[in-house]
């Protein structure tokens, strides 16, 4: 018997009974049908127990379903099927040597294209939704062995695509691209909270995607990375001032896992994501808890916030403050509305982060405020129907893609609940 697999932070070790590594879908087919729970597990990226299980794991590394073109438009837009255990930092080398490009990335390049749409991962931008919304359609596993395919005409699909690992293996991806684009990106310093609180919306506004890193007791830097057609990146940014050399969101940490800065363009994925694809960005040793409120609410639950800045402030490695663009998907934690995205990197000490959880939730309940489904919370299914308008209709897509609770585990029960 190999040994127990762990989460990327290591502080979760898989229960899982069995690693499965299969390289064809008849074979992920086969392990589903017969094993009495199963889930998915792609690079570990997440910090609680989404992809546990007790029986058996599926790991989607070696899966051989390659890439395939469904379809290109002369606008240089289309759709690409992609194999759902592919990690961006590779994917996004084969669309660059074609010229083409995603919407947006997340800060990491390093986590699989099916475990981050399946829980809303995002990077940022006012315009930009969570990677999610590049999903034109699923290939899944039901709990039966039956492949099912799920496309834009399909009523399921915006139920889908934020899935939680709750309707079956994904094999397959189908992605929206777009024509490549170039980026830069300038980091400022010096800016005052006052400036942020008085010019919020507009520092948001400022580019095309735009992450403030603090302590919550002061700005440490604003990172600004704008398009080439995008208005001429100003010294003086609402007050802070250009980093005249490369700049980490962490003290006293070198820089050189960290894509490029100064205003340098490059192209998308080279500029996008904060690290770089062929450098592992630490050892692992954080927590990562978030959570996203509305826009409207952005201001008022930073305020809220930063009076906690003494107790969240020794548990804290840093934290970044994002937007992201509303849409429908179901369980996306941008679900009809424009959302600002409140990151926190821990330090990792599991017992007194997870103690400090409650007092962050409590402050920013009165503002709606929904957690990342792939990060520390204490949230629970009751308080997140609330949030979620479209459970109850999740729930029922959930009996009918797996009546016999094949992909149920102790985080679903904790935070969906109610399928029976």
Same mark, same amino acid.
């Given at each position: 018997?190999?040994?127990?697999?762990?989460?990327?932070?290591?502080?979760?070790? +898989?229960?899982?009974?069995?690693?499965?590594?299969?390289?064809?879908?008849?074979?992920?087919?086969?392990?589903?049908?017969?094993?009495?729970?199963?889930?998915?597990?792609?690079?570990?990226?997440?910090?609680?127990?989404?992809?546990?299980?007790?029986?058996?794991?599926?790991?989607?590394?070696?899966?051989?379903?390659?890439?395939?073109?469904?379809?290109?438009?002369?606008?240089?837009?289309?759709?690409?099927?992609? =194999?759902?255990?592919?990690?961006?930092?590779?994917?996004?080398?084969?669309?660059?040597?074609?010229?083409?490009?995603?919407?947006?990335?997340?800060?990491?390049?390093?986590?699989?294209?099916?475990? /981050?749409?399946? $829980?809303?991962?995002?990077?940022?931008?006012?315009?930009?939704?969570?990677?999610?919304?590049?999903?034109?359609?699923?290939?899944?596993?039901?709990?039966?062995?039956?492949?099912?395919? !799920?496309?834009?005409?399909?009523?399921?699909?915006?139920?889908?695509?934020?899935?939680?690992?709750?309707?079956?293996?994904?094999?397959?991806?189908?992605?929206?691209?777009?024509?490549?684009?170039?980026?830069?990106?300038?980091? +400022?310093?010096?800016?005052?909270?006052?400036?942020?609180?008085?010019?919020?919306?507009?520092?948001?506004?400022?580019? +095309?995607?735009?992450?403030?890193?603090?302590?919550?007791?002061?700005?440490?830097?604003?990172?600004?990375?704008?398009?080439?057609?995008?208005?001429?990146? =100003?010294?003086?940014?609402?007050? /802070?001032?250009?980093?005249?050399? =490369?700049?980490?969101?962490?003290?006293?940490?070198?820089?050189?896992?960290?894509?490029?800065?100064?205003?340098?363009?490059?192209?998308?994925?080279?500029?996008?994501?904060?690290?770089?694809?062929?450098?592992?960005?630490?050892?692992?040793?954080?927590?990562?808890?978030?959570?996203?409120?509305?826009?409207?609410?952005?201001?008022?639950?930073?305020? /809220?916030?930063?009076?906690?800045?003494?107790?969240?402030?020794? !548990?804290?490695? *840093?934290?970044?403050?994002?937007?992201? /663009?509303?849409?429908?998907?179901?369980?996306?934690?941008?679900?009809?509305?424009?959302?600002?995205?409140?990151?926190? $990197?821990? !330090?990792?000490?599991?017992?007194?982060? $997870?103690? *400090?959880? =409650?007092?962050?939730?409590?402050?920013?309940?009165?503002?709606?405020?929904?957690?990342?489904?792939?990060?520390?919370? $204490?949230?629970?299914?009751?308080?997140?129907?609330?949030? +979620?308008?479209?459970?109850?209709?999740?729930?029922?897509?959930?009996?009918?893609?797996?009546?016999?609770?094949?992909?149920?585990?102790?985080? !679903?029960?904790?935070?969906?609940?109610?399928?029976?």
């Amino acid at each position: 018997m190999e040994t127990p697999l762990r989460n990327w932070a290591g502080n979760l070790t +898989y229960r899982a009974a069995r690693v499965h590594r299969p390289r064809t879908v008849a074979e992920v087919q086969d392990v589903v049908a017969r094993s009495e729970r199963v889930k998915a597990l792609g690079s570990r990226h997440c910090f609680n127990d989404i992809a546990d299980t007790t029986a058996d794991h599926v790991l989607l590394d070696d899966l051989d379903t390659g890439i395939e073109l469904a379809e290109a438009a002369d606008d240089g837009t289309g759709v690409l099927w992609v =194999p759902a255990g592919l990690r961006y930092g590779e994917l996004v080398r084969e669309l660059a040597a074609t010229r083409r490009a995603l919407h947006n990335l997340a800060s990491l390049p390093h986590i699989t294209v099916a475990g /981050a749409t399946a $829980t809303g991962t995002h990077g940022s931008g006012n315009r930009n939704g969570s990677l999610s919304t590049s999903v034109a359609g699923l290939e899944l596993v039901r709990s039966d062995g039956e492949v099912v395919v !799920l496309g834009p005409g399909d009523a399921d699909l915006p139920g889908a695509v934020v899935h939680l690992g709750a309707l079956g293996v994904v094999t397959r991806v189908a992605l929206r691209f777009q024509p490549t684009f170039d980026v830069r990106n300038t980091v +400022y310093v010096g800016m005052t909270w006052d400036r942020l609180f008085a010019d919020l919306d507009a520092v948001a506004d400022a580019a +095309y995607s735009v992450s403030v890193f603090t302590d919550w007791r002061t700005v440490t830097s604003v990172w600004v990375k704008s398009r080439p057609e995008d208005p001429a990146v =100003p010294e003086d940014f609402f007050g /802070a001032r250009a980093a005249t050399e =490369p700049t980490h969101m962490l003290p006293d940490t070198p820089v050189e896992n960290l894509t490029e800065q100064l205003g340098v363009p490059g192209e998308w994925h080279e500029r996008l994501p904060h690290f770089r694809a062929e450098f592992t960005p630490s050892k692992g040793e954080e927590l990562q808890s978030e959570w996203f409120v509305p826009r409207r609410h952005g201001r008022a639950a930073c305020e /809220a916030l930063r009076g906690l800045a003494d107790r969240v402030g020794p !548990l804290l490695q *840093v934290s970044e403050i994002r937007t992201v /663009a509303a849409d429908d998907l179901w369980l996306s934690p941008a679900h009809g509305g424009d959302v600002m995205a409140l990151h926190f $990197t821990w !330090l990792p000490d599991q017992d007194a982060v $997870t103690a *400090v959880l =409650p007092e962050i939730e409590a402050a920013l309940r009165p503002f709606g405020a929904r957690p990342h489904w792939g990060k520390l919370s $204490t949230t629970g299914a009751a308080e997140l129907a609330g949030l +979620y308008p479209r459970m109850a209709d999740f729930r029922a897509l959930v009996r009918r893609f797996d009546p016999r609770g094949a992909f149920r585990n102790d985080h !679903l029960d904790r935070t969906v609940a109610a399928f029976g």
